[in-house]
Each structure stands twice: as C-alpha cells, then as structure tokens.
C-alpha cells in the first residue's frame, strides 16, 4: 500500500470524469455538461493538409522530433503576431518572448499556481468560475475566494475593497497570491468584462496594496458570433502595467480540441521562469508535432478559414438551445439566463429554492429523464449557491439540442 504525498491524499476525481462515465454508462443520455467542441466541424481537412505540407517539405523532420520547451519559435512568432494585430499597442517582440506553448492551456494554469502558491494560499477568482481551475486549486490545497459581484454579475469594485480592506486586517492578505479571471464569453457565464470594469479592477487592488500576480483566460476570446468583444487584454491597458501578468489562450477550442495546445503570455520574467523550469519537469516541451501542425494551420489561413466556420455554426448551436428551452416555458416558471454573445454555455439560474446540485433530486431526475448538465455549484469559489446550471451546446447536433432542451424543460416542469 503506497503512502500518498499530501498532495496526492488531496487528489480527488474530476467531476468531469464522472459526468463523463455517467454519458457512457447511458447511451441515451444527451450530454449538454462537457465543453468538447464538435465533432461536426473539426478542421479535418486542414489537419490532413498541414499534415501533407510538413510531410513534403525538404529535409529532416524536426516536427516528428523533440522541440524546446518553451514552444515552437515560429508559432510563438505567429501567436504573437495574431495578437499584436487585435490589440496594436502591444509591443509584439516583447510579446514573443514572453509567450510559452504548452499542453493545453489548462497546463499553463497548474504552471501558474505550481510557481506562486503553497497549500493555504488564497487566489481571488470570479463569480462564477471554471470549475476545473476551481478543482485544480483545491488539488493543490489552495483557497479559492469570490470576487464580489453585483446582481447583474458585474464585478463589485466597492465590495471588493471592502473584502481586501477585511483580509489586510485579519492578516489573510499575506496569503493572497493571485487573480484568475475568465474574461471573454467566459465558461461558465458566457459574459465578458468590459474595459471600465478591468480598470476599475486595477485600480481597487492597487489602492489596497494588493499588486498581486494576475491571470487573464482568454480561451474562448476568439469564439464571438458577431463581433469580437470589444475590450483590450490586461496586456494592454495601461491600468495594468504594473502588475505581473499571465495572459492565457489556446489554440483547443478555436481550431482543434484534440491537438491539445494552448499558450501563455508572462510578462514577469521571473515568474515566466519558474513556470518553464516546471514546465521542463512535466513534459519538457509540448507535443512538437501538434505544434507543427497548429503552426501550418495558422500560417496557411486554415485556422482562420476555420473559425470562419465555427463562428456561426455555434451561434446557430446556441439559438437552437436557447430557443429551445425559452419555447419549452422555462422563464415562466422563474428560470432565468443570458444570451451569450460567444463561447460555448448556456448559464442558467433557476428559481432560488430549487436545488440543482450534483446530488440533487432534480439532478438525478434529469439524468433519468436522459440529459446531463453540469451543476451550477461547482463553479463557485465560495458562498456556492445550489440553483444555477451550466449547458454546453458544443458537442450535441441541433435536433439533439431541441430533445436535450425539451428533456430539461420536462424535468424542472416537475419540480416547480
Ligand atoms: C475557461 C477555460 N480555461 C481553460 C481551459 C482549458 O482548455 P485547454 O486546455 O483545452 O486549452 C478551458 C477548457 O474548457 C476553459 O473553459
């Protein structure tokens, strides 16, 4: 019997993982829980063509070798250059430098909290949250606390120096070590911050000496339906200059799930550092060959090709869905949820008294009645509310969606 390390007696299964081998124990269940991206549309015929490219071009094959841990230069190059051309007033040699590949960018993630914190540490997160970052933190005996947000789930600056205002006072602030933020479409609200409310931000944790390490994930930024949204990265806005920064993006949900590869921005060298020396000890360089064939895709115009893609046919995805469920009677029975404007969820908040958590009636009645979700209170760093559910409309075709959505809608008709 093996004696575990405190961090491996801390492991516990990814909900994920059960949500997943619920899908697969019953195959008549319509999975509206996991973000997989769909089948439908992956880039299978740039992938072969990269493929081709790569396997006819002169000389050895270096993409079948090992690469550097850091990345492949030229698609750090091209990353950098993509995003140099969203936000002109990046410095895109500096980016260059800073920018790091790797495996996925859920990697970069646990890089990030490897380097910066130890068990007891606190890490802001926002309101809701990814929940696989929340389950990473608590893997790594890290606290995870709520940025206040209004009812409109617009951060709460005031609220916000308020609670800094508390942890100076009780000593906690010495244990802050970062801010971790899903700003684009974010998973699982859907919402994006806007530029006043980054600043505002900036200027709360700076006025309460809290100039702390700060994660930006981007990873659906590029899944807009009709326009980008319009606010700069933290990278950008001046207001941020002075804290250190992980810009996070990846290359999964915009092109190909199952290459695996995101990327990160550092813009404190040091800290850059320490995620790469960790980054040697995992892997030491992610998968050379997927990079290879993210580099073709994107210095041939297949990556954009695709996403000229997918845009609509995920918008189209979630209007099947939402119109779905708003034609089945949700909001007049006190369900209430936002259009996203990208991304791939559907976050919906149902009436207060109604318990939607993973041991819940309501969850076992749904999963009887043949759909999945992923439940609401898994998102939450703290104070979890139990009446909130996120659907993912990237996996199912839209006749399943409707049947998914009509399957829900028959369910929370029963527990009104
Ligand atoms: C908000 C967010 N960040 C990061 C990731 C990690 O994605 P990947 O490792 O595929 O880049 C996901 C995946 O669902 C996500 O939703």
Request: with cysteine; glycine share 8%; net charge neutral.
């Amino acid at each position: 019997m093996p004696v575990f390390s405190a961090l491996g007696r801390r492991a516990r299964p990814p909900t994920i993982a059960r949500l997943m081998s619920l899908a697969l124990d019953n195959p008549r269940l319509l999975s509206l829980a996991a973000g997989f991206t769909d089948n439908r549309t992956l880039p299978v015929a740039a992938v072969q063509s990269a493929v081709a490219v790569l396997a006819a071009s002169p000389g050895e094959p270096e993409w079948l070798q090992y690469g550097a841990n850091q990345g492949r230069p030229r698609l750090r190059e091209l990353l950098a250059a993509r995003l140099g051309a969203v936000e002109p007033g990046l410095d895109v040699a500096a980016v260059h430098r800073e920018l790091f590949v790797t495996n996925g960018s859920q990697q970069a993630l646990y890089l990030a909290m490897q380097a910066l914190c130890d068990p007891g540490d606190i890490v802001l997160v926002d309101r809701p949250s990814y929940f696989v970052f929340l389950e990473l933190l608590s893997g790594l005996g890290v606290e995870a606390r709520s940025l206040p947000v209004d009812a409109a789930g617009k951060l709460d600056t005031p609220a916000l120096g308020a609670q800094l205002g508390a942890m100076a006072a009780s000593g906690e602030r010495a244990r802050l070590k970062a801010v971790y933020l899903v700003s684009y479409f974010s998973n699982p609200s859907g919402r994006s911050l806007d530029a006043a409310e980054k600043n505002a931000l900036a200027a709360t944790l700076a006025a309460h000496d809290a100039v702390v390490p700060v994660i930006e994930d981007a990873a659906y930024r590029e899944l807009w339906f009709d326009a980008p949204h319009p606010a700069p990265s933290l990278l950008a806005l001046p207001a941020w200059a002075k804290f250190p920064r992980l810009w996070l993006s990846t290359l999964t949900k915009p092109f190909a799930t199952g290459l695996k590869a995101g990327y990160g921005i550092c813009t404190d060298a040091d800290w850059l550092a320490r995620m790469l020396y960790t980054k040697g000890h995992h892997d030491f360089g992610t998968a050379n060959f997927n990079q290879a064939v993210c580099e073709q895709a994107l210095a041939g115009g297949a990556f954009d090709a695709h996403l000229a893609v997918i845009r609509p046919a995920y918008a189209r995805k979630m209007h099947a869905l939402h119109g779905a469920l708003a034609a089945a009677g949700l909001p007049a029975r006190g369900w209430r949820w936002r259009e996203p404007a990208g991304g791939l969820y559907l976050w919906l908040e149902a009436p207060p008294a109604l318990d939607t958590g993973l041991d819940s009636a309501f969850c076992r009645a749904c999963v009887e009645a043949g759909v999945l979700y992923v439940p609401g209170e898994l998102c939450f760093g703290d104070a979890v509310p139990r009446n909130f559910v996120r659907l993912s409309y990237g996996v199912l075709a839209e006749p399943d969606l409707t049947e998914a959505a009509r399957r829900f809608a028959t369910v929370a008709e029963k527990f009104v």
